[in-house]
């Protein structure tokens, strides 16, 4: 027994004399403690004073030095950083950045200095490292960044695959999660709601996170190079992951925090832990609503090209360019213009600035100019990256001389190129060298199978959405996305950024295509496939799903002359501020975003009908409104009758609140205009 105390006793004396230090966040809800324990350091976080996060190691494994371990305490240092700073798009076109800053610095026995910074929030955390070696370069096999939970959670996440994120979300326990990429988000009895994601990613592989024990887990980079198995947790342990310099900064680690879900849809932490932009001139890059023949290579009725049922040819190219003009849509993309890539065929010599044969690409950019079309052009690399680099700065040049502003890129297929994941540092350094060659010829970025959004956007505003999702596409050729999907959406991958999700379908069960040849061989609608929601679900989508460049999908002959199209027309996705007003993970969000002197409120649910009381508070007091609703009609039901809606007209002010009925699957979208 006397032995025994003789060890607690040496066992607390440790731990009162390692190195310790904290930071809160401004307004002290938030704290970030940091501590060395045997030279290891850790952080742990606790939010009202309960524990968050309990003790959780830091640092990575490197073949050249010891990165993790024997280190002690050289410097620390507190400071506050409050600045309001402006974009020229996003949610919210000015953002408060108000955070408290420590900086910890260490020293271990091989000569490694590494500066840890973190930063605390009110609506969250974000740390760092800085780590310079007396080498030249480090290869990264590791990193052994915890996150563990003190108590067990609900959460919603996809799997941690190296190369899509084109899953549907699962809802467990956070105790019996596996592995997930991020963002992860959870909620804890007591109503507080927490995130997991990066931020800033750059030269660096993306983090997935693997379970530890119980509610902890540790962030495990992408390879560089594909494992055998697709996702390969267990495999990828101590293989390469990352060449860096000797001196280099990782990406942030964040955790975003709020005391309700609709508190994480309105946080800014990840854009606040991005760099400002890089790029002077920025007139150039203006949010835009488009069309395009997409859709109906999914429903399988056109082809990408190679045959009598291609899609963008010329003719068509110019009837959706009036369609366009006509109805106050700014751009048009034409996916399969380019004679190279045909679906599952590709050409073996690509060529970026080749159109098909029945595609007039001078013609086409003439008449769009006439018109003040914007063109997107589509460049799909079919998973062969090198390729794309190859003639990157010769296609971007030609789409600048045509006078296109925008180029959605694709990367179909098993991987980035064969035998390389999409998400490794090879992966992360190709889409950056996209967008910065992009910017050089005032083009706007779409992209496709690519890195999950990290807040970059505010570093280099050309890059304007991306899809990285489940998206519309899976309702052509498979059972789809259930409206639990979409409702999950805003609380999960779009905290990353802005989502291309190509919403917007009104032939909810593909009624305009019946008796229409099948030409796609990959897959056909089966009649399992149609779209899980009600029409004004999908309207509500437009809103809801943010992106500064956001598609009507549907075949154009859906839309001409449908009452409720004229929401389209009529919304802007060119945001000055917005709000999350109500909602929960997974079952319902309402939205309001104002543009100009116009708001623009939207709400979906899941397959569960609701009735909400909304107020309008978010409107300017003592202005009336006049309110155009798009809403389910009494009888609407995503099964049995989606496409019953109606359009209301309504004055209204701040001080009045509505009552919004949702029908299962349903939603309602509102335009509110000053009288």
Request: aromatic letters at 10%.
């Amino acid at each position: 027994m006397k032995r025994l105390w003789i060890l607690v006793a040496a066992a607390l004396m440790a731990i009162a004399c390692a190195p310790r230090t904290s930071v809160s966040s401004p307004d002290g809800s938030i704290v970030i403690d940091f501590s060395l324990m045997d030279g290891v350091p850790q952080y742990a976080v606790s939010v009202g004073g309960v524990q968050l996060m309990e003790p959780s190691a830091l640092g990575l494994v490197a073949e050249e030095s010891d990165l993790s371990s024997g280190f002690e305490l050289v410097s620390a240092k507190v400071s506050s950083h409050s600045e309001v700073w402006h974009q020229p798009w996003g949610e919210n076109k000015s953002i408060a950045d108000k955070h408290r800053q420590l900086l910890v610095g260490l020293r271990n026995r091989e000569g490694v200095l590494l500066v840890l910074v973190f930063r605390a929030f009110d609506d969250g955390i974000g740390f760092r490292y800085e780590y310079s070696v007396p080498s030249d370069t480090l290869r990264i096999l590791d990193e052994l960044t915890e996150f563990r939970f003190a108590s067990d959670a609900v959460s919603w996440s996809i799997p941690g695959d190296f190369n899509s994120y084109e899953h549907l979300y699962r809802k467990m326990p956070l105790s019996e999660l596996r592995d997930a990429n991020t963002p992860l988000t959870m909620r804890w009895p007591d109503g507080l709601h927490a995130s997991v994601h990066e931020a800033a990613l750059y030269d660096y592989p993306e983090m997935v996170l693997r379970k530890v024990e119980g509610t902890a887990f540790r962030a495990v980079l992408a390879p560089m190079r594909q494992q055998q198995r697709r996702r390969g947790l267990e495999d990828d342990t101590l293989s390469l992951k990352a060449v860096v310099p000797g001196t280099f900064v990782s990406p942030w680690r964040t955790v975003q925090i709020a005391r309700s879900a609709v508190g994480l849809v309105n946080s800014s932490l990840i854009l606040n832990l991005n760099e400002p932009c890089a790029i002077g001139d920025v007139s150039w890059i203006r949010p835009m609503k488009y069309i395009g023949v997409w859709w109906g290579m999914h429903l399988g009725i056109q082809s990408w090209g190679g045959d009598e049922y291609h899609g963008a040819t010329t003719s068509e190219a110019l009837r959706y360019i009036d369609f366009a003009a006509a109805n106050n849509i700014d751009g048009v993309l034409f996916e399969g213009w380019n004679d190279a890539w045909r679906g599952s065929d590709a050409l073996p010599d690509f060529d970026f600035t080749r159109a098909a044969p029945d595609f007039d690409v001078e013609r086409v950019a003439a008449y769009a100019r006439e018109k003040g079309v914007a063109l997107i052009t589509h460049n799909e690399t079919g998973g062969h990256y090198l390729r794309f680099e190859d003639q990157l700065e010769r296609s971007m040049a030609w789409a600048e001389e045509l006078g296109i502003p925008a180029v959605k890129t694709g990367y179909a297929g098993g991987g980035l190129h064969p035998g390389v994941p999409r998400h490794s540092q090879t992966g992360v350094r190709h889409f950056q060298k996209v967008v910065e060659t992009a910017a050089s010829h005032h083009m706007m970025v779409d992209a496709h199978e690519a890195i999950k959004p990290t807040g970059i956007r505010r570093t280099w505003p050309n890059f304007m959405t991306r899809e990285c999702v489940r998206g519309m596409e899976y309702n052509g050729w498979s059972a789809g996305n259930p409206a639990s999907h979409e409702a999950l959406l805003p609380y999960t991958r779009i905290l990353g950024g802005p989502v291309d999700y190509t919403p917007g379908v009104f032939d909810i069960e593909y009624k305009s295509i019946a008796g229409m040849k099948q030409v796609r061989s990959w897959g056909q609608p089966g009649p399992e496939c149609r779209v899980n929601t009600t029409l004004a679900h999908q309207i509500a989508d437009w809103v809801v799903l943010y992106s500064p460049m956001q598609m009507a999908c549907d075949l154009l002959c859906n839309y001409e002359g449908h009452p409720a199209f004229q929401f389209f027309r009529d919304w802007t996705p060119d945001c000055d501020e917005s709000v999350a007003l109500q909602g929960e993970v997974g079952e319902y969000i309402s939205m309001a975003r104002r543009a100009g002197d116009r708001w623009f409120y939207a709400v979906i649910t899941d397959e569960t009908g609701r009735e909400l009381a909304e107020p309008l508070a978010f409107l300017s007091p003592g202005v009336q409104y006049e309110a155009v609703i798009y809403a389910d009609g009494p009888a609407a039901d995503w099964q049995t009758a989606p496409y019953e809606y109606e359009i209301i007209h309504k004055t209204v002010t701040s001080a009045d609140t509505l009552s919004v009925h949702l029908a299962p699957g349903g939603g309602q979208a509102i335009i509110f205009t000053p009288s």
